[in-house]
């Protein structure tokens, strides 16, 4: 049997960020891939923070996101160092999974194992020593928020979809692991309920960090990163200046995903048919 690793990377504590050991993660720069340092503040991450990358492809948005995950410390390919509430983190963070205030999701990031997604949520509750008998159901019926094909506690995990799976994944992020920071690489076409992820992790007071080619998630975002040449470039704070842009976006994905649903569901769309 084979367990993703999501499930033994995050934290035990049962608090969101604010209120747990966690106030702040500081990552601080270090050198693109020629070697040429970068050039921005340190940026804090703080609870509730929605934070997206962006860049072309092999820009460095993956290695950035992992530098977070292994909490780098000027050993990794980029130089960088990240700092837990403006120290170097306690080396339980790093050594023991169990420990670890992270959650990374991939599109890569798969449940093998041979039971029901009952069962599976019920070992990891266990493993959490969590006495909430509901919580299981609570994890799947979040999971259904995020997405359309539903998620049941009898159905096999590794028969579930990429789109149930990283809906699940998050759920347990959220609730059952608990994890105060959720990292999140290119995601957004895995079937997931985008804008619902993201007001749902806002809600729970979670800080997240998206990994995106995708403009909606992009623009629902406090901050934006964008990397090229395996450095960060700069640091966007649209501080509102993108909201109308970004109700029009949503609206244009509305229509989209209207269209992406009568596509996959084998229809033609003509002119008449079309959904406003
Ligand atoms: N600062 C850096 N110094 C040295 N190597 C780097 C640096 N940043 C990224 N790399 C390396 O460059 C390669 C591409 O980076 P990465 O996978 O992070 O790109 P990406 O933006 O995630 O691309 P994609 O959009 O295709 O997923 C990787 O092998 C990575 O280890
Ligand atoms: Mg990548």
């Given at each position: 049997m084979i367990i993703t690793q999501i499930f033994f990377s995050q934290t035990n504590n049962r608090s969101c960020m604010s209120s747990c050991t966690i106030h702040e993660i500081t990552i601080l720069p270090g050198h693109d891939k020629y070697g040429n340092p970068e050039q921005f503040e340190p940026i804090v991450i703080r609870p509730g923070d929605?934070?997206?990358?962006?860049?072309?492809?092999?820009?460095?948005?993956?290695?950035?996101?992992?530098?977070?995950?292994?909490?780098?410390?000027?050993?990794?390919?980029?130089?960088?160092?990240?700092?837990?509430?403006?120290?170097?983190?306690?080396?339980?963070?790093?050594?023991?999974?169990?420990?670890?205030?992270?959650?990374?999701?991939?599109?890569?990031?798969k449940c093998l194992a041979d039971m029901t997604v009952g069962t599976f949520l019920a070992m990891h509750v266990r493993a959490r020593r969590i006495d909430r008998p509901d919580i299981i159901t609570e994890t799947i019926d979040l999971a259904n928020q995020f997405t359309g094909e539903q998620v049941q506690a009898g159905f096999r995990i590794s028969a579930l979809s990429g789109g149930q799976t990283r809906a699940l994944m998050v759920a347990d992020a959220i609730l059952i692991s608990n994890a105060p920071l959720i990292l999140l690489d290119e995601v957004e076409n895995a079937g997931i309920f985008r804008e619902r992820v993201i007001g749902v992790l806002k809600e729970y007071c979670k800080s997240v960090i998206f990994v995106t080619h995708d403009p909606l998630v992009s623009l629902l975002s406090d901050r934006r990163i964008v990397m090229r040449h395996g450095g960060v470039e700069k640091v966007l704070c649209p501080e509102g200046r993108e909201t109308h842009i970004r109700d029009m976006v949503s609206r244009m994905d509305v229509t989209l995903c209207r269209f992406r649903e009568r596509i996959r569901a084998g229809e033609l769309l003509t002119e008449q048919g079309f959904p406003v």
């Open positions: 929605t934070i997206s990358i962006v860049g072309p492809t092999g820009s460095g948005k993956t290695a950035f996101i992992n530098d977070i995950e292994v909490f780098a410390q000027d050993d990794t390919s980029t130089g960088r160092t990240v700092l837990v509430n403006g120290e170097i983190p306690p080396e339980e963070f790093i050594r023991d999974p169990s420990k670890k205030p992270i959650a990374l999701i991939t599109q890569n990031t």
